[in-house]
């Protein structure tokens, strides 16, 4: 199984910027596909960015496009989440996923997940 761990979440004011990184370890050299996953509560869990692990293809939910950028660092197994100008909105657990399955633009029912790392927006 592929493991994932979270790490650079905290607490910021509004207009501020975090970076979100996952680390992968175990076995890795399947993954087609990463992305970040958030869940307010009270609120479902939504896809925020993903991108091909082979390729660099990214997708971005609407609300965060212009905003948060997703990229990789394929010799360390490690996703980013560069997140600036952030809003009160954006608080939420957010998760790292890796999937195995070709053709996905987002991590799906095959997914591996982490254990998520916190961020919450001040205004």
């Known amino acids: 199984q592929v493991q994932l761990v979270e790490s650079g979440g905290g607490l910021v004011q509004a207009g501020g910027s975090l970076r979100l990184s996952c680390a992968a370890s175990?076995?890795?050299?399947?993954?087609?596909?990463m992305g970040w996953f958030r869940q307010a509560p009270g609120k479902e869990r939504e896809a925020v960015a993903a991108?091909?692990?082979?390729?660099?293809?990214?997708t971005y939910t609407e609300s965060v496009k212009g905003r948060f950028t997703i990229s990789t660092d394929n010799a360390k197994n490690t996703v980013y989440l560069q997140m600036n100008s952030l809003k009160p909105e954006d608080t939420a657990l957010y998760y790292c996923?890796?999937?195995?399955?070709?053709?996905?633009?987002?991590?799906?029912?095959?997914?591996?997940w982490g254990q998520g790392t916190q961020v919450t927006v001040s205004s």
């Open positions: 996923a890796a999937d195995d399955t070709p053709g996905r633009v987002v991590p799906g029912p095959r997914a591996r």
């Open positions: 175990g076995r890795t050299f399947n993954i087609a596909i």
């Open positions: 991108i091909r692990w082979r390729g660099g293809s990214t």
